[in-house]
């Protein structure tokens, strides 16, 4: 007399199982054994867990279901549920505590685009009328709080997995600091249901809050930032190249500038000795502006340095004149003795993306033209066409006359007009672009990818773009 | 994979603020020149050369025969033995005719000053210079005189630059032992060559760089913020 028989997924049995494996829809019947083996998955600083990893492995019979006489057309479709990926799990009931994994409506969501089933043995027993199965099935689930869970609900930017990183401090040989940060963050993500495709949410959503790294633009700039996603689009592996400023800086809105200015004796033509009082001057600068400005800035520090450094020589002193009645030295050390600053004062550049404007209110608001003694002998300029049209290069020479002692002040150097170059006023306008974006965001678009899950038996949902060709296609 | 990674953005994105483009800052800024006349001076040469005539007549006997030319020349150019010749005096001078001629020298030489010269000068015409005296002794305008200006060049800002040249001989008699021939100053090098000479030359100034302003740090920062710091909304 046959006994009761209870039906399940897995084939008929004589008893009911205890608590309750279900997985993708196929619940197990009685007849298996199963073990968890897990841990905590500590992040890459390996200071705190991320999440745990519990393998579950389970040993069991397939036994024939109440029509069929072999287990073939059974095996057949369980082969296609238990290989698929991120549907729902529930393990109860068996002592470990309740564990149900992407369950619509409940808590527990795998982290990592899982539950990440696998079958690794199947072997028939009594002429394909039964089997023995070895299936394993890997949860990564955050072991927290209910309060502070990760629901994994798609638009919760506010809480991530992991986010560390590793520091690199660097003094070269001039003694300029130079430091680089690299790191991860890491976020979960899984399917927002069994037979989703789409991706709701990337990693990227948290560049803006986790990753726009405040830099003392003042001291430094960064050189280079770079981002690479994962292919599951959990994870940021980030990175920030910082270089310190030299004295100069920057002028404001520019994200490169380099120069030269050269002063040196003019002499006669053919001969051998400097001409004492009659210097060549000569400017040349490449910028490179901020794409989102104005080109014209670049002409403007130039203008501004150039002006400047001209202007300069109105403190070199009295010229000596041929007029000397004492017949005393034409050249004597108290001539043009150090004097106090220019009276020129500056108002600060506007802050902001380029805007003009603020170029206009800095040079407008320098003292009147002095009584200088430079003279305008050369100007020009290259510009880069077509890919190099990033960057300007203005070059300038004039003839200055300054007494020997003075030749330092009446040349400008080390000085240039306040708010012209580095500083807070290069510092506030390029803030909006040294940290987590520059002037094009590039957010990652969520819609451009897809999961290609050929292995979903079911399709994917109505409406649902980029799902690629169906198998075999 | 259809489209781009990544979302498109607007055009404002990478385009620039067009709110300035009727704004020229630079409309209130010029550069300056040498307006000052006193260093409008670029190039400048004048130099006095002065030409000495000793006031020598050479007077010469006519010949009663009929000797060979003298020659400065040693050998034919075509001699065979002109490789291995040897002389003591390379150059023949060596005369043929045993005759002197008689020297005859006047009771004072001549001196005649030429002052030359050029200048560069940026909107201002060259003054030609001329020479007023020698060693206390009046310089004759003697009979040769040439001077000219020109433009030679439009300098930004319509600026003309002038270029001049002369040469101007004189005659000065009378001159005593102790005149000294004239060395003309220069503008353009702001020189003159009477001026005493240094006992040593002072080095240039320095002078502190931007960032060490009175009543600043030499290095700011952005008050509030910290060294690195990652930035949350």
Redesign the interface.
């Known amino acids: 007399m046959a006994g009761p028989q209870f039906v399940s997924d897995t084939g008929v049995a004589p008893l009911p199982d205890v608590g309750l494996l279900d997985y993708n829809g196929v619940t197990f019947s009685c007849l298996y054994t199963s073990s968890v083996n897990g841990g905590p998955v500590p992040d890459e600083a390996g200071r705190v867990t991320k999440y745990v990893e519990y393998e579950i492995s389970v040993e069991g019979i397939v036994t024939l279901d109440i029509v069929g006489a072999t287990t073939d057309a059974l095996w057949v479709g369980l082969r296609a549920l238990l290989t698929q990926p991120g549907a729902p799990l529930y393990y109860v009931g068996k002592g470990f505590g309740p564990l149900a994994v992407n369950v619509p409506g409940g808590q527990i969501w795998d982290v990592a685009w899982g539950p990440m089933p696998k079958l690794l043995f199947f072997q028939p027993l009594g002429g394909s009328k039964s089997a023995l199965i070895r299936w394993q099935c890997l949860v990564r689930i955050p072991e927290v709080a209910a309060s502070t869970l990760l629901t994994g609900q798609p638009r919760d930017v506010s809480r991530v997995l992991q986010f560390n990183y590793a520091l690199s401090l660097t003094f070269d040989e001039e003694g300029y600091t130079g430091w680089s940060?690299r790191g991860t963050l890491e976020v979960p993500m899984t399917r927002t249901a069994r037979d989703a495709r789409d991706l709701q949410i990337t990693v990227d959503a948290y560049r803006?809050?986790?990753?726009?790294?405040?830099?003392?633009?003042?001291?430094f700039r960064v050189v280079r930032r770079n981002f690479e996603y994962s292919r599951d689009r959990r994870t940021i592996e980030w990175e920030y190249q910082v270089e310190e400023l030299p004295?100069?800086g920057l002028p404001p809105s520019c994200t490169l500038a380099r120069g030269t200015m050269s002063v040196r004796h003019r002499r006669r033509q053919g001969g051998t000795v400097a001409?004492?009082?009659?210097w060549n001057c000569s400017l040349r600068c490449t910028y490179t502006v901020r794409?989102?400005?104005?080109?014209r800035v670049a002409l403007?520090a130039f203008?501004a340095l150039?002006?400047f450094r001209?202007?300069s020589?109105?403190r070199a002193g009295d010229?000596?004149?041929?007029n000397?009645p004492d017949?005393?030295?034409?050249?004597?050390?108290a001539n043009?003795?150090?004097q106090g600053?220019p009276q020129a004062q500056q108002a600060a550049a506007a802050a902001?993306?380029?805007?003009?404007?603020g170029?206009?209110?800095?040079?407008?608001s320098?003292q009147a033209?002095?009584?200088?003694?430079?003279?305008?002998?050369d100007?020009g300029w290259d510009e880069g066409l077509y890919l190099d049209s990033k960057s300007i290069t203005f070059q300038a020479s004039w003839?200055m006359?300054a007494p020997?002692?003075?030749?330092?002040?009446a040349a400008g150097?080390?000085?240039?007009l306040?708010g012209s170059?580095?500083?807070?006023q290069w510092?506030?306008s390029v803030q909006d672009m040294m940290?987590w974006a520059s002037?094009?965001?590039?957010?990652?678009?969520e819609k451009?990818?897809a999961l290609i899950d050929v292995g979903n038996v079911n399709g994917p949902p109505a409406g649902t773009p980029?799902v690629g060709p169906p198998p075999g296609g | 994979?259809?489209?781009?990674?990544?979302?498109q953005?607007p055009i404002?994105?990478?385009?620039?603020?067009?709110?300035?483009?009727y704004?020229?800052?630079?409309?209130?800024?010029?550069?300056?020149?040498?307006?000052?006349p006193?260093?409008s001076w670029?190039v400048y040469d004048c130099w006095v050369e002065v030409h000495l005539d000793a006031g020598i007549a050479l007077h010469k006997l006519l010949p009663s025969s009929n000797p060979d030319p003298d020659d400065l020349g040693q050998v034919a150019t075509d001699d065979p033995a002109l490789d291995a010749f040897t002389a003591t005096s390379g150059v023949n001078i060596a005369p043929t005719a045993p005759f002197q001629d008689v020297v005859q020298r006047m009771a004072t030489p001549t001196y005649t000053f030429i002052l030359k010269g050029y200048g560069l000068r940026?909107g201002y015409q060259i003054p030609i210079p001329l020479l007023v005296e020698v060693g206390n002794n009046p310089a004759i305008p003697g009979a040769i005189q040439r001077a000219y200006n020109k433009i030679v060049d439009n300098?930004?800002?319509g600026i003309p630059i002038f270029f001049a040249e002369w040469e101007k001989w004189y005659v000065v008699t009378g001159l005593s032992a102790s005149a000294t021939a004239p060395v003309p100053?220069n503008?353009?090098?702001?020189?003159?060559p009477?001026?005493?000479?240094?006992q040593t030359?002072?080095?240039?100034?320095?002078?502190?760089?931007?960032?060490n302003?009175?009543g600043q740090s030499t290095?700011?920062?952005?008050p509030g913020?910290?060294?690195?710091?990652?930035?949350?909304?």
């Open positions: 940060a803006s809050r986790w990753l726009d790294l405040q830099v003392d633009l003042t001291q004295p100069m001409a004492g009082i009659t794409k989102d400005a104005d080109q403007e203008y150039l002006w001209m202007q020589s109105a010229v000596p004149p041929l000397n017949n005393g030295p034409q050249q004597p050390a043009g003795q150090p600053p902001g993306t380029g805007a003009l404007p170029w206009a209110r800095l040079m407008a320098a033209p002095q009584k200088a003694s430079a003279f305008l002998t100007f003839w006359i020997f002692v003075n030749v330092f002040r150097t080390w000085r240039w306040d170059a580095g500083g807070s510092a506030q940290g002037w094009l965001v590039n957010r990652v678009d451009a990818d980029l | 994979m259809p489209g781009s990674p990544f979302k953005e404002a994105g990478s385009a620039p603020d067009t709110s300035s483009q704004v020229f800052p630079e409309q209130s800024i010029s550069l300056p020149w040498f307006i000052d006193a260093t670029l940026a300098a930004p800002g100053a503008p353009a090098l702001h020189i003159r009477d001026a005493e000479l240094p030359v002072q080095l240039p100034w320095s002078q502190s760089d931007q960032r302003r009175p290095l700011t920062t952005i913020l910290p060294a690195f710091q990652r930035r949350r909304q």
